[in-house]
């Protein structure tokens, strides 16, 4: 039987897994200089980077803002808010974001652009809109849309750990100074709730980017459309899909090395803030 003994957490591991990841990096970097047929895919599949970062970026940001409006609702007084946003974070956590995006793009769009077109009946009667048509509403945003309602659900409990983190006294010092809800809120609660909210924040932008992946489905040019589509019609399968998942570990790898810098500056700035005290 092997004993397994816990890592020592005075003298970290040396990263071998780094280095040999550099080194495939740096291997495949030189292939794709020196090697046509690589340099061809590197080139083809690239196009469709801005389309994964624009996707990432966008959908992100809105479910970041949907996620922080679902984890105060969940906080407040009020049953009814509670329940809301309980309802919609347990639900939408239960669906696969494939699934998901199948719905919003092939449901939800078409729901949404028969209720705009009853809504805006008189307007297009009258001759001052068009009616709104299904192909309108682009498979880009649909895609965005989907990411955002499903990575919101996950978001809002971030925040929610968060902000319930944050030591209840200091919340109740603001409240002896006079500060209102929300100036409580923007001053004492989320500033220092965002040292607890960053690193699952990152590691749900990083996942981001490879469930952006999925977009692919619908035919929007990313990262994965780019490659599925030049190796379906040039059967360079080991190719096209090794460059693939090349661009998408040095963007996701990246992001995660420069998260754990950030999370031990964060570290190290609290420890040297409580030595000081």
Do not use: C, H
Request: aromatic share 10%; charged share 15%.
């Amino acid at each position: 039987m092997v004993s397994v003994a816990p890592p020592s957490t005075d003298k970290p591991d040396f990263p071998w897994w780094l280095l040999a990841a550099g080194a495939i990096a740096l291997f495949l970097a030189v292939q794709i200089v020196l090697n046509d047929l690589y340099s061809q895919i590197f080139t083809i599949v690239s196009k469709g980077v801005w389309i994964t970062i624009f996707v990432t970026l966008v959908g992100f940001t809105l479910a970041t803002g949907l996620g922080l409006l679902l984890a105060v609702m969940g906080l407040s007084k009020s049953l009814v808010l509670r329940q809301i946003a309980r309802f919609y974070v347990e639900i939408i956590r239960g669906i696969p974001i494939l699934v998901l995006l199948f719905y919003i793009a092939f449901v939800g769009a078409p729901g949404f652009v028969a209720a705009w077109n009853a809504l805006a009946g008189p307007l297009i009667e009258a001759g001052l809109i068009d009616e709104m048509k299904v192909r309108d509403v682009s498979l880009l945003w649909r895609a965005i849309i989907a990411l955002t309602i499903g990575y919101s659900a996950f978001i809002s409990e971030v925040f929610r750990a968060g902000i319930l983190s944050v030591d209840e006294g200091q919340i109740e010092a603001a409240k002896a100074l006079g500060l209102t809800p929300l100036q409580r809120f923007r001053f004492i609660v989320l500033p220092q709730a965002i040292r607890t909210i960053l690193p699952p924040l990152g590691n749900d932008f990083i996942a981001m980017i490879k469930d952006s992946s999925l977009v692919s489905v619908l035919g929007v040019a990313d990262l994965t459309q780019m490659g599925k589509v030049y190796a379906s019609g040039s059967f360079r399968f080991f190719e096209t899909y090794s460059i693939v998942a090349y661009v998408y570990l040095l963007l996701t790898v990246g992001l995660s090395l420069a998260l754990r810098a950030l999370e031990k500056r964060l570290r190290r700035a609290d420890e040297e803030r409580s030595a000081d005290g």
